[in-house]
């Protein structure tokens, strides 16, 4: 295994934890959710979801920041010798990062706040808020992903 091959595998894994766990969220559970459970229980699952993912979401941001830019190091000597596609990849990355901490640090709190207090219409308004956003975000990793499998020369 070349010093190369573990920091590449553990950044492919982290980008499959964040964006594989947002496709689940948004093509199965949700779906599921919605047939199955009336407002008050879908909400308290969703809330207890985001509490599990988030964690991973954290371990997954913090592993991809940190491979690669060793990667980048590794491979292109830094940003200055990267391909365009890595720059955009890169960018891409922040403003999924910045998505996720406006969902974390501001909608779930609000999510929790009036789950706990019942207020149900409240609630279910901050879950729609979260769901777009999370949509958005899993249309951006989705798109770094195939990306990256393509790996244009440009």
Same mark, same amino acid.
């Given at each position: 295994?070349?010093?190369?091959?573990? @920091?590449?595998?553990? $950044?492919?894994? +982290?980008? &499959?934890?964040? %964006?594989?766990?947002?496709? #689940?969220?948004?093509?199965? =559970?949700?779906?599921?959710?919605?047939?199955?459970?009336?407002?008050?229980?879908?909400?308290?699952?969703?809330?207890?979801?985001?509490?599990?993912?988030?964690?991973?979401?954290?371990?997954?941001?913090?592993?991809?920041?940190?491979?690669?830019?060793?990667?980048?190091?590794?491979?292109?000597?830094?940003?200055?010798?990267? @391909?365009?596609?890595? $720059?955009?990849? +890169?960018? &891409?990355?922040? %403003?999924?990062?910045?998505? #996720?901490?406006?969902?974390? =640090?501001?909608?779930?709190?609000?999510?929790?706040?009036?789950?706990?207090?019942?207020?149900?219409?409240?609630?279910?308004?901050?879950?729609?808020?979260?769901?777009?956003?999370?949509?958005?975000?899993?249309?951006?990793?989705?798109?770094?992903?195939?990306?990256?499998?393509?790996?244009?020369?440009?």
């Amino acid at each position: 295994m070349t010093l190369y091959a573990l @920091p590449y595998a553990l $950044h492919v894994l +982290a980008a &499959l934890v964040w %964006v594989g766990g947002m496709f #689940f969220a948004w093509m199965v =559970l949700r779906q599921a959710a919605g047939a199955t459970l009336e407002a008050p229980e879908r909400l308290r699952l969703w809330v207890a979801t985001f509490d599990r993912f988030f964690v991973w979401v954290w371990v997954a941001v913090a592993v991809l920041a940190v491979t690669g830019i060793g990667l980048l190091h590794m491979r292109f000597e830094g940003f200055a010798g990267a @391909p365009r596609y890595v $720059h955009i990849m +890169a960018g &891409l990355y922040l %403003v999924m990062l910045a998505l #996720f901490l406006r969902v974390r =640090l501001l909608n779930l709190p609000q999510l929790k706040r009036n789950t706990t207090a019942e207020r149900w219409p409240e609630a279910g308004a901050d879950l729609a808020r979260i769901r777009r956003l999370v949509g958005i975000n899993l249309l951006i990793g989705l798109a770094v992903v195939t990306l990256a499998a393509a790996r244009p020369m440009f």
